[in-house]
């Protein structure tokens, strides 16, 4: 967890990513951010996210990108 | 059968009648009668390919749900398909594009192909996107499979949607499509409403500012400067109200039978930043292109790979931008391309993907910007940002109407030739437009800036059914009359197309 | 509460209807002007006094007889339902328009419109079907004789036709918004400017000789009704020297009213009797007659339309002090023109080149 809190400070050190869950209704992550944030997941976590899986649903808070990483971890 | 038409409107009539007379299981295979007998109209020929694309996805989709997932075969028959249909589209729409380029190429050799003139099936670029999206998801497992053939065919044919989409998703849409529907006054006045809102923005706006954009889109040499300018914001205009007027009509002829297909456009001329206006401009589109395309890509493992190599290269900052730069300029050719085969519709895309990608680069340094200098929240700094992304998409415009090679040119001299002296003494008045024409179009764009900001709160219908019923009377009725008289429409006029219609 | 929903509904339909009549009424061209062709078939019904002779066709029979001349010189009284273009199905459907006002003795049709069986332009199937009233004939006549770009729901509409005139309003607009004034004597189109014939182009070979079929089926379907109402029906080809009347479609009429012994007056064939003189009984150079030609040519009828069994009315005192009134209009009229062209060398209302 503390690691995709520091990945994602790397695309936007100034939002509160433990109790933010409107990130991307905010724009915190737009689609591009979303790739960026998922490139880095890939490249520092080693874990890849299948595209089906990016969905905003998905992206709403750092929980949720956890858990997706979690599943995605799994499979 | 076009949307501006007494055919359609009479087809119109006569299917809702019948629709709410025979009960409601049939419903759905009265309009899918319908939308084969819309589609036979506009070329019977089309509807070959229509057939071939419903069938393809149908019986694919079906198959590949039986495979489990991991079977190569399953692969396989994803990849067939989709080669399929995009196979008929691109060789549809894009022959002649190929063979054009392969000419000029050749010309020194004195070799050339003969164009070919095959026929391209009304809204092909709209259904096969449509039936392709439908066909992906059941791959990816997101949606389950149709098994009844011809609810998937009426959600393929769906007819007011099917010329110039909004593209839908099946999960969104097939609910409403069988669910069956009783008759409701309000309903149908509402939908009403929308269509004259839409007729309204078509014929009244875009078919009357059409030939001051056209007139001077097409002479690069002839018109520079001031001109520059007002072709084009008349462009922007033309092509807003051409298009979000044929949505709205679509839109308004679905409510008609009870089904609210997707929003296609949210404000997008109230966007502050020009990814905002992407997502509010044609969204089911760019929806569709975000999903199965950019993801996709920007995912893919090979992209992945690249990504890696590049970071142990250039380092990290290079290698997390590689998926998406390259996702990015695949996108956008995609966009280009879709819009119309040729190299004008490519630039155009790669300018906006470029746009983008510089903003993003600059995204860091724009919010530190923003933090340090609070007037940046000001209405006032929100105003500037919304004229600049509309000054933006309207520039980006440029490289779609005019040549590349003229774009830098004429858009240089929009600043060193501005001259509105040059529009004194009635030579604006010469463009194909008359006096008479301009005051109806201030006025029209200003009730479509007006309705643009009353709905940002509440939407218009909304709005309108809190007014009194007198003053909703001469407000409808008063838009009624506005397209009747000031509709371009009829005897000596040549009824344009809708520009969005053969993509 | 329903009552009012009721009441509610139909103000608004009142004010719906109403305010349509009423822009229908003011966007509807009111051929007042320049191009008054489009007023001729309306004026028919404002006529109440019956007629021996309706005269049928295009331009040919509306500009080069003239009735108050007919009844001047022997007593006839004509009617000329004649429009610019006027095809031969639209002949026929005026004369069945015409038969539910009265039944003439006699019926002359012009039938230079043979060669012509589809419509060329159609504002001028508007200025011929926009003036008659409806009836089943307007109706098929209608749907008969549109052309393939024009839809049947603008002639029920007319506003859907004219919408875009909103830009052209003039003052006549409002003028003659209820009323226009009368611009033909009993028909015929008066004009008192001279422009002498002058070279026309070269006669060339026609390319189809053959008149079309669906000429020859309206044809039949005139000479039919005529027979069953018994009304005497005549044909009838202007002095007109351009466009050409071709010798091989003369010989199609006269074949054809050899069959059915239907007479067929070619004045084409007898300018001499008549008297014409190309330097000064034409306004446009030989294509159309002016009043003086158009006289000539009435004189020139009279004799032949009394021989075909029409009667001189000119004792019967009703009908004289009505005549009159005609006869003092188009004298005035004429005057006018002869007065006006005589000091200018032009008419001013038709300053503007105008064929048809």
């Not at chain 2, 003494?425 to 764009?445: E, K, P, R, W, Y």
């Not at chain 2, 479509?448 to 940002?456: A, E, H, Q, R």
């Not at chain 3, 409806?134 to 024009?150: H, R, V, Y």
């Not at chain 3, 190309?278 to 030609?293: I, R």
Request: hydrophobic share 45%; net charge negative; proline share 4%.
């Amino acid at each position: 967890m503390e690691e995709l809190i520091e990945i994602l400070k790397d695309i936007d050190p100034d939002v509160d990513y433990e109790t933010c869950d409107t990130l991307v209704e905010d724009g915190v992550l737009t689609s591009f951010e979303m790739v960026m944030l998922v490139t880095d997941i890939n490249q520092r976590m080693g874990v890849s996210i299948a595209p089906e899986d990016i969905l905003p649903e998905n992206f709403s808070s750092a929980k949720k990108i956890y858990e997706l990483i979690q599943k995605s971890r799994g499979e | 059968m076009l949307l501006v038409s007494y055919q359609f409107l009479l087809f119109l009539a006569v299917l809702v009648i019948l629709y709410y007379l025979i009960p409601k299981k049939f419903q759905w295979i009265l309009m899918f009668t319908a939308g084969l007998l819309f589609y036979a109209c506009g070329g019977p020929g089309g509807l070959v390919f229509v057939l071939v694309t419903v069938l393809s996805t149908w019986g694919l989709a079906l198959s590949i749900s039986r495979i489990p997932k991991g079977e190569k075969k399953r692969k396989s028959l994803f990849i067939l398909g989709l080669l399929l249909n995009a196979g008929i589209l691109a060789v549809l729409k894009y022959t002649n594009f190929f063979l054009q380029n392969i000419n000029t190429l050749l010309e020194p050799q004195g070799v050339s192909f003969s164009y070919v003139n095959w026929l391209l099936p009304l809204g092909i670029s709209y259904y096969t996107f449509q039936s392709v999206g439908y066909f992906t998801d059941v791959y990816l497992g997101k949606t389950e499979p149709e098994k009844n053939l011809g609810h998937y065919a009426l959600f393929v044919t769906f007819f007011p949607q099917m010329v110039q989409g909004p593209i839908s998703r099946y999960d969104e849409l097939k609910d409403q499509l069988f669910k069956g529907y009783t008759y409701d006054s309000r309903r149908i006045r509402s939908g009403l409403l929308r269509m004259l809102w839409g007729y309204f923005k078509k014929l009244v706006v875009a078919d009357r500012i059409a030939p001051l954009a056209i007139t001077i889109a097409q002479a690069p040499e002839g018109f520079g400067g001031i001109w520059v300018w007002i072709g084009m914001v008349s462009y922007t205009i033309w092509m807003y109200s051409d298009f979000t007027g044929g949505i709205d009509i679509v839109l308004g002829v679905a409510e008609l039978f009870g089904i609210a297909l997707p929003e296609n456009f949210d404000h997008p001329f109230f966007s502050k930043s020009l990814a905002e206006f992407w997502r509010r401009w044609h969204m089911s589109l760019m929806r569709w292109l975000r999903e199965y395309i950019f993801f996709p890509i920007s995912m893919s493992k090979s992209v992945g790979k690249l990504s890696q190599k590049a970071r142990k290269v250039f380092g990290k900052n290079m290698g997390r931008r590689v998926p998406l730069y390259i996702a990015s300029i695949v996108t956008w050719f995609v966009t280009g391309i879709w819009h119309g085969a040729s190299w004008n519709f490519v630039c155009w895309g790669m300018a906006n993907c470029i746009a983008l990608l510089i903003s993003q680069e600059l995204s860091s340094w724009s919010k530190k910007f923003r933090k340090t200098h609070t007037w940046t929240e000001s209405n006032a700094y929100g105003c500037f940002e919304v004229v600049r992304t509309f000054l933006i998409f309207c520039m980006l415009e440029m490289f779609e109407y005019y040549p590349f090679s003229s774009v830098f040119r004429l858009f240089v001299s929009m600043f060193t030739e501005f001259d509105p002296r040059q529009l004194i003494g009635g030579a604006l008045f010469n463009m194909g437009i008359t006096i008479q024409d301009f005051t109806i179009l201030i006025l029209s764009v200003a009730l479509m800036v007006w309705t643009g900001f009353v709905s940002l709160k509440t939407p218009m219908r909304e709005w309108l059914s809190k007014r009194p019923a007198w003053i909703r009377f001469i407000l409808v009725y008063g838009l009624f009359l506005c397209v009747l008289i000031f509709g371009i429409y009829g005897q000596g006029y040549d009824a344009s197309q809708f520009i969005y219609n053969q993509f | 509460m329903d009552s009012k929903k009721y009441t509610r509904f139909f103000i608004a339909a009142l004010i719906i209807a109403g305010s349509l009549t009423a822009l229908t009424r003011l966007l509807v061209p009111k051929y007042m002007g320049q191009v008054t062709e489009g007023a001729f078939i309306g004026e028919y019904y404002e006529d109440k006094s019956s007629h021996d002779l309706l005269i049928l066709g295009d331009c040919e029979a509306y500009e080069n007889i003239s009735p108050v001349a007919l009844w001047k010189e022997y007593g006839i009284t004509s009617w000329i339902r004649g429009s610019a273009q006027q095809l031969i199905p639209q002949s026929y459907y005026l004369l069945e328009d015409t038969l539910r006002y009265e039944t003439p003795k006699a019926v002359l049709l012009s039938i230079s419109a043979m060669q012509q069986i589809e419509q060329v332009s159609e504002t001028y199937n508007r200025m011929t079907l926009d003036g008659m009233q409806w009836s089943d004939a307007k109706l098929m006549a209608i749907k008969n004789t549109m052309m393939p770009e024009e839809h049947f729901i603008e002639y029920v509409f007319p506003l859907l036709r004219f919408h875009s005139r909103w830009s052209d309003l003039s003052e006549d607009d409002l003028k003659y918004y209820f009323h226009g004034e009368p611009t033909t004597h009993n028909g015929y189109y008066l004009r008192a400017d001279v422009r002498p014939a002058g070279e026309f182009p070269e006669e060339r070979r026609v390319r189809n000789p053959e008149f079309e079929a669906k000429g020859y089926e309206y044809l039949d379907k005139i000479r039919e009704l005529c027979d069953k109402n018994g009304i005497k029906l005549m044909f009838f080809k202007a002095p007109s020297l351009y466009p050409v009347w071709h010798e091989e479609w003369n010989m199609q009429i006269e074949d054809y009213a050899g069959t059915y012994g239907i007479p067929y007056i070619n004045a084409l064939k007898d300018i001499e009797k008549t008297g014409i003189d190309f330097d000064t009984d034409t306004y446009d150079g030989g294509l159309h007659m002016n009043v003086y030609g158009a006289e000539k040519v009435s004189s020139y009828l009279g004799p032949m339309l009394l021989e075909a069994g029409l009667q001189d009315h000119r004792n019967e005192p009703e009908l004289a002090v009505l005549w009159k009134e005609k006869e003092n209009r188009y004298e005035a009229d004429k005057a006018a023109q002869t007065k006006e062209f005589a000091e200018k060398g032009y008419l001013a209302k038709y300053a503007g080149e105008y064929t048809h």
